[in-house]
Protein backbone atom coordinates (compact mmCIF):
# COMPACT_ATOMS: atom_id res chain seq x y z
CA UNK A 1 0.00 0.00 0.00
CA UNK A 2 2.69 2.31 1.26
CA UNK A 3 4.92 1.75 -2.24
CA UNK A 4 2.02 1.94 -4.95
CA UNK A 5 1.10 5.54 -2.95
CA UNK A 6 4.82 6.40 -2.94
CA UNK A 7 4.70 6.06 -6.46
CA UNK A 8 1.68 7.44 -7.93
CA UNK A 9 0.72 10.13 -4.59
CA UNK A 10 -1.68 10.32 -2.14
CA UNK A 11 -4.55 10.94 -4.18
CA UNK A 12 -4.76 7.38 -6.21
CA UNK A 13 -6.79 4.52 -5.36
CA UNK A 14 -4.95 1.62 -4.22
CA UNK A 15 -6.77 -1.50 -6.82
CA UNK A 16 -4.90 0.37 -9.28
CA UNK A 17 -2.91 -1.53 -11.36
CA UNK A 18 1.08 -2.13 -11.67
CA UNK A 19 1.02 -2.08 -15.16
CA UNK A 20 -1.12 1.01 -15.46
CA UNK A 21 0.67 2.78 -12.63
CA UNK A 22 4.09 1.74 -14.41
CA UNK A 23 3.37 3.38 -17.91
CA UNK A 24 1.44 6.60 -15.49
CA UNK A 25 5.09 7.36 -14.35
CA UNK A 26 6.74 7.40 -17.95
CA UNK A 27 4.09 10.06 -19.11
CA UNK A 28 5.84 13.46 -18.54
CA UNK A 29 4.27 15.74 -16.23
CA UNK A 30 3.21 18.07 -18.42
CA UNK A 31 0.73 15.97 -20.73
CA UNK A 32 -0.60 14.25 -17.00
CA UNK A 33 -1.87 17.84 -15.88
CA UNK A 34 -3.40 18.37 -19.84
CA UNK A 35 -5.27 15.31 -19.10
CA UNK A 36 -6.67 15.84 -15.69
CA UNK A 37 -7.72 19.23 -17.07
CA UNK A 38 -9.46 17.65 -20.26
CA UNK A 39 -11.94 15.06 -19.54
CA UNK A 40 -15.37 16.28 -20.06
CA UNK A 41 -18.36 16.31 -18.30
CA UNK A 42 -21.65 14.93 -19.91
CA UNK A 43 -23.49 16.70 -17.25
CA UNK A 44 -22.09 20.19 -16.47
CA UNK A 45 -18.89 20.49 -18.67
CA UNK A 46 -16.12 21.37 -15.57
CA UNK A 47 -13.54 20.05 -17.29
CA UNK A 48 -11.10 18.09 -14.53
CA UNK A 49 -11.57 15.75 -12.36
CA UNK A 50 -11.86 15.54 -8.30
CA UNK A 51 -9.51 13.75 -5.87
CA UNK A 52 -10.26 10.31 -5.56
CA UNK A 53 -9.42 9.32 -9.37
CA UNK A 54 -8.06 5.53 -10.48
CA UNK A 55 -5.98 4.77 -13.11
CA UNK A 56 -6.20 1.25 -15.15
CA UNK A 57 -4.78 -0.02 -18.21
CA UNK A 58 -5.92 -0.77 -21.49
CA UNK A 59 -4.80 -1.53 -25.23
CA UNK A 60 -4.36 2.13 -25.66
CA UNK A 61 -3.18 3.56 -22.85
CA UNK A 62 -3.50 4.35 -19.18
CA UNK A 63 -7.18 5.13 -18.36
CA UNK A 64 -8.20 7.81 -15.89
CA UNK A 65 -11.26 6.82 -13.87
CA UNK A 66 -12.93 9.42 -11.34
CA UNK A 67 -15.47 11.94 -10.61
CA UNK A 68 -16.04 15.93 -12.11
CA UNK A 69 -14.64 18.20 -9.70
CA UNK A 70 -17.98 20.50 -9.49
CA UNK A 71 -20.85 18.34 -9.84
CA UNK A 72 -19.49 14.63 -9.00
CA UNK A 73 -20.52 13.32 -11.88
CA UNK A 74 -18.40 9.79 -13.32
CA UNK A 75 -15.43 11.07 -15.72
CA UNK A 76 -13.36 8.94 -18.05
CA UNK A 77 -9.92 9.84 -19.80
CA UNK A 78 -8.16 8.21 -22.17
CA UNK A 79 -4.05 8.97 -22.06
CA UNK A 80 -2.85 8.31 -25.42
Known amino acids: YEMLR ?3 GSEMC ?4 LE ?3 LWKSYPDEM ?3 WFHNAFCINCGKVS ?3 GYSLRKDKFGVVIE ?3 AKCG ?3 IRCCD
Open 66 to 68: GFC
Open 32 to 34: KEI
Open 20 to 22: AVK
Open 6 to 8: SLV
Open 14 to 17: IRDS
Open 49 to 51: FKP
Open 73 to 75: ERI
